[in-house]
């Protein structure tokens, strides 16, 4: 069973459009984040919630809103795409129990917007 | 604000050749670190870690990273590389008592077989 899984993998949209990303994880984890990958390969955190409670809220548009209904589950909806949102959208997740455990990624989303 | 530090961005090496990828983090209290691999198409993947104790820390896949408290430092090593070594190579830090993981710019490496 995949701990971290988001659909879909690959997302083609035209700029715009309002889509969605979902992610789930079950290990358990009390929180869970999105990391936007460009395409130098950098990684900036976007959200994080603890156990259903939005905790890193970094400087991301507002067209981009994360939603959480229970912890087990992150979804990112993003409003009126724009050309330079295509990036590679990675959810991960961790324990509460210790800030140094480890992340645990997703396999990603690529997102491309024409 | 806090940040990581990784000063090779592209490193190519011949199989069996000895690899050390550098990371420096600027934070002075209490931290993790970290060191991620992707492979190519792939998710991020956990390599290693330190949290406390000894500073030289093993990982999977014969890697292994020594924490450099005074110089700031957490470099990622390897005697010798493989063609399967290719991959994008990520450190990341987070500051005790925050959630936030802090990733460096990655460095890609190639081995050529």
């Known amino acids: 069973d995949t701990a971290v899984s988001q659909t879909p993998k690959y997302l083609v949209t035209q700029m715009g459009n309002d889509k969605s990303i979902k992610c789930e994880q079950n290990l358990g984890h009390d929180t869970m984040y999105w990391y936007k990958q460009d395409s130098k390969k950098f990684l900036k955190i976007m959200f994080s919630?603890?156990?259903?409670?939005?905790?890193i809220n970094e400087t991301v548009p507002n067209r981009f809103s994360p939603k959480s209904p229970d912890k087990a589950h992150l979804n990112l909806h993003i409003n009126s795409l724009e050309l330079g949102d295509s990036a590679v959208y990675f959810c991960?997740?961790?324990?509460?129990?210790?800030?140094?455990?480890?992340?645990?990624f997703g396999n990603g989303t690529r997102l491309t917007v024409t | 604000a806090q940040s990581v530090s990784q000063h090779n961005h592209h490193v190519i090496l011949s199989e069996a050749a000895s690899l050390e990828l550098g990371c420096n983090y600027s934070y002075g209290g209490t931290v993790n670190l970290f060191w991620y691999v992707q492979y190519p198409g792939q998710h991020l993947q956990l390599l290693l870690k330190?949290?406390?104790?000894?500073?030289l820390v093993k990982g999977i896949k014969g890697f292994e990273a020594e924490f450099i408290k005074s110089k700031f430092s957490f470099n990622l090593r390897k005697p010798s590389v493989q063609w399967s070594d290719t991959a994008e190579y990520f450190c990341a830090v987070t500051i005790s008592g925050t959630y936030k993981y802090i990733f460096g710019t990655g460095t890609r490496l190639k081995v050529l077989a």
């Open positions: 991960a997740s961790s324990p509460l129990s210790s800030t140094g455990s480890p992340l645990h």
């Open positions: 330190y949290f406390s104790g000894d500073p």
């Open positions: 919630y603890n156990n259903k409670e939005l905790i």
